[in-house]
T-cell receptor, first 114, second 115 residues
């Protein structure tokens, strides 16, 4: 069974640009969550989607957005990039509600903002 | 919201020794406590979890204990091996309310097991 797939794995952008990251969950999983990981702040929750609906959102500015498609694949977008957005962005999927079962993480997309 | 504190931030042990990582949480409504292991260049992987209706859970060399009254939980690794070297994260969540579906993570513990 294929795991959670995130693309791209690495990318470099400059300040002011925007970026779109993609996540393909494990087949059959309907919930997708996104987390930002940085050395200074650790793992911070961005948002969670279930059946194309955002169920929960973390404390990030509106420049961070996401969506989920009917096949459960998800994308997140960051507009007007800032240096502080440099981080590892992790996507995780689960069957239904994340806290009722195991959360499976992808290997992440490492974003560097110059 | 929930606040999860994790200690120590780094831990070095000799192969075969035990390792203990401790976490505290602030929200008494939290009822799910997973532990994740993250190896270099990879995403976190669930290694064990415990729910608030259980005080202890064990899986081979790994065990987790939960003290709801004191709001702390711990990860115990016995007979450590070099392949246990990784960053370990504790987390807390609850299955109802406005934070449904959200995990609050500790800051992580870098465990190094020396052969």
């Amino acid at each position: 069974k294929a795991g959670v797939t995130q693309t791209p794995r690495y990318l470099i952008k400059t300040r002011g640009q925007q970026v779109t990251l993609s996540c393909s969950p494990i087949s059959g999983h309907r919930s997708v969550s996104w987390y930002q990981q940085t050395p200074g702040q650790g793992l911070q929750f961005l948002f969670e989607y279930f059946s194309e609906t955002q169920r929960n959102k973390g404390n990030f500015p509106g420049r961070f957005s996401g969506r989920q498609f009917s096949n459960s694949r998800s994308e997140m977008n960051v507009s007007t990039l800032e240096l502080g957005d440099s981080a590892l962005y992790l996507c995780a999927s689960s069957l239904e509600q994340p806290i009722t079962g195991e959360l499976f993480f992808g290997e992440g997309s490492r974003l560097t903002v110059l | 919201g929930e606040n999860v504190e994790q200690h120590p931030s780094t831990l070095s042990v000799q192969e075969g020794d035990s390792a203990v990582i401790k976490c505290t949480y602030s929200d008494s409504a939290s009822n799910y406590f997973p532990w994740y292991k993250q190896e270099l260049g990879k995403g976190p992987q669930l290694i064990i979890d415990i729910r608030s209706n259980v005080g202890e859970k064990k899986d081979q060399r790994i065990a987790v204990t939960l003290n709801k009254t004191a709001k702390h939980f711990s990860l115990h690794i016995t007979e450590t091996q070099p392949e246990d070297s990784a960053v370990y994260f504790c987390a807390a969540s609850r299955d109802r309310g406005s934070t449904l579906g959200r995990l609050y993570f500790g800051r992580g513990t870098q465990l190094t097991v020396w052969p």
